[in-house]
């Protein structure tokens, strides 16, 4: 015999309670999940395709959950939570966001909207072009950007320039962007670093 306390709830036994004790309970929940593990390790490729069919044939249905999964207030937060962490505590993920939003800001600017991914406008992947991008800094400042230093993308040639949306595309690409301290940046405005340009060629 033993405690109730001993039990599990279970609104649908006559007594309120489950037929098999926590510690039974446990044992048998410990075992099936051995069996599951067992089982999906040996029919990894069959469950695979089974779920591959399973998207393939209710994407419209997937598509929806998740649609309205993300507009769940918790979900939006932990989202931002994340985000915020990762940009504050990683240099890379903070430097690729600032690329994306200085590509998009070059099209909002001029009325245009950025139809393409930044890797195509830009020209390369954006690792290779984090990596131009601190080779600049080192060529302008003579010290290896370390991710402390307070730092704008700048267009070489300014982006006020362009007059179409293939002038805006073309200036963004990674021949025309750089590293610089957020107060030089802020000092050219919109002027043409002729200097910089004839480094270049």
């Excluded at 405690?3 to 599990?8: H, L, P």
């Excluded at 395709?49 to 507009?71: D, L, P, T, V």
């Excluded at 007059?163 to 963004?172: D, F, H, P, Q, R």
């Amino acid at each position: 015999e033993k405690s109730v306390t001993e039990f599990y709830v279970d609104r649908h036994s006559p007594d309120g309670y489950a037929t098999a004790c926590k510690a039974c309970r446990k044992a048998y929940m410990d075992g099936r999940r051995d069996q599951q593990k067992e089982y999906r390790e040996r029919n990894k490729e069959k469950l695979l395709e089974g779920k591959k069919r399973y998207r393939e044939r209710n994407k419209e249905k997937i598509s929806a959950y998740n649609a309205e999964y993300q507009k769940r207030d918790y979900v939006k937060k932990k989202a931002s939570d994340h985000i915020v962490q990762k940009y504050n505590n990683d240099d890379l993920f903070r430097l690729k966001m600032c690329v994306r939003s200085e590509i998009r800001s070059g099209f909002t600017r001029k009325g245009f909207t950025k139809s393409e991914t930044t890797e195509k406008l830009v020209g390369c992947t954006l690792e290779e072009f984090i990596g131009h991008l601190k080779a600049t800094y080192y060529r302008n400042y003579g010290i290896e950007y370390d991710g402390t230093q307070r730092v704008h993308i700048d267009h070489i040639i300014p982006i006020a320039t362009a007059e179409t949306e293939e002038e805006v595309k073309k200036l963004c690409h990674w021949s025309n962007l750089q590293l610089l301290n957020a107060e030089d940046n802020l000092a050219k405005s919109d002027s043409l670093d002729w200097g910089l340009c004839f480094e270049e060629e």
